[in-house]
Nanobody, 115 residues
Framework: QVHLVESGGGSVQSGESLRLSCVVS????????IGWYRQAPGKQRELVAV???????NYADSVKGRFTLSRDNAKNTVYLHMNNLKAEDTAVYYC?????????WGLGTQVIVSS
């Protein structure tokens, strides 16, 4: 069992930065596999940053060079550092992990970027 809680969203201007946090509880050994997704209004949920291996992250083309996934194992927390935000980054951001065939999701955190 895994419980994920996101935070750190908010309303910002284009070009500004935010740092999202995802705190994991339960099976915290999954922290190396936790990734980030987002869902914009009227669109399907999409991948933002997902670990392929412990040290390799797969980023969506639209966020490469601007977003970075990092972890603090001591705090059981995965971060998404978002720089140079754009209006098209507006979405609800979710962290996710799959464990024994079950997908676990948090409730999400809203990011709104105004141009």
């Amino acid at each position: 069992q895994v419980h994920l809680v996101e935070s750190g969203g908010g309303s910002v201007q284009s070009g500004e930065s935010l740092r999202l946090s995802c705190v994991v509880s339960g099976n915290t050994l999954t922290i190396d596999r936790i990734g980030w997704y987002r869902q914009a209004p009227g669109k399907q949920r999409e991948l933002v940053a997902v670990p392929i291996r412990a040290t390799t992250i797969n980023y969506a083309d639209s966020v490469k060079g601007r977003f970075t996934l990092s972890r603090d194992n001591a705090k059981n927390t995965v971060y998404l550092h978002m720089n140079n935000l754009k209006a098209e980054d507006t979405a609800v951001y979710y962290c996710n992990v799959e464990l024994f065939g079950t997908d676990y999701w948090g409730l999400g955190t809203q990011v709104i970027v105004s141009s």
